[in-house]
């Protein structure tokens, strides 16, 4: 990423396919997670404002479009990242509506989907998305929290398994990444 991301255009509701939000929803998190990094660096608060940014549009979504999982994990990762690193450049109604944002669009829309018992990728991806937004929430929502990450770790032992007995992934070296690195 390179320093034009200060002046981008925060991100927009949008699902050009009809299908998903997904890359809105990587967009964001790249950004929110770069400009966080950034920040945390450098400590020149211009990264921190942009992120909180984003992080702010985001959370105005009037959902994180739960019919294609991995768009809420996605975003639930990059804005969960986020609001822990940016926690205290936040103002506390900066931080409620982002809190409000992780657990409405995150933590509370994850029963019953289907990711939770598959073997793919999606199963540790959005386990991953979805587990950092609880991480980040917990203090406010920790039942809530406490059951989506208990829930979480007996869950991904499914994807897990297909691995044995040598590593090998059902779904290419590609997947592999994305389904063991999360």
């Known amino acids: 990423y390179s320093l034009t991301q200060l002046t981008t255009a925060v991100s927009k509701y949008e699902i050009p396919d009809g299908v998903r939000l997904l890359g809105v929803s990587r967009t964001a998190s790249q950004r929110i997670v770069w400009l966080g990094l950034t920040y945390q660096i450098s400590g020149e608060r211009r990264f921190a404002d942009r992120a909180i940014a984003e992080m702010m549009a985001v959370s105005k979504f009037s959902d994180w479009h739960p019919a294609h999982y991995l768009d809420v994990a996605q975003m639930a990762y990059g804005v969960g990242l986020g609001y822990d690193w940016l926690y205290y450049e936040m103002t506390s109604s900066q931080r409620s509506a982002v809190r409000s944002a992780l657990y409405n669009y995150a933590v509370n829309s994850t029963p019953g989907w289907s990711y939770k ?20 929430i917990f203090e406010d929502y920790s039942s809530a929290c406490a059951s989506y990450l208990a829930g979480s770790v ?3 032992q499914k994807a897990l398994k ?9 779904e290419g070296p590609g997947y ?6 999360f």
């Open 176 to 181: 592999f990444t994305v389904a063991s690195l």
């Open 154 to 156: 007996t869950d991904i």
């Open 162 to 170: 297909v691995m044995a007995p040598l590593g090998a992934y059902p």
């Open 117 to 136: 018992a598959t073997t793919s990728n999606w199963n540790p991806w959005c386990h991953g998305g979805v587990a950092i937004a609880a991480a980040a």
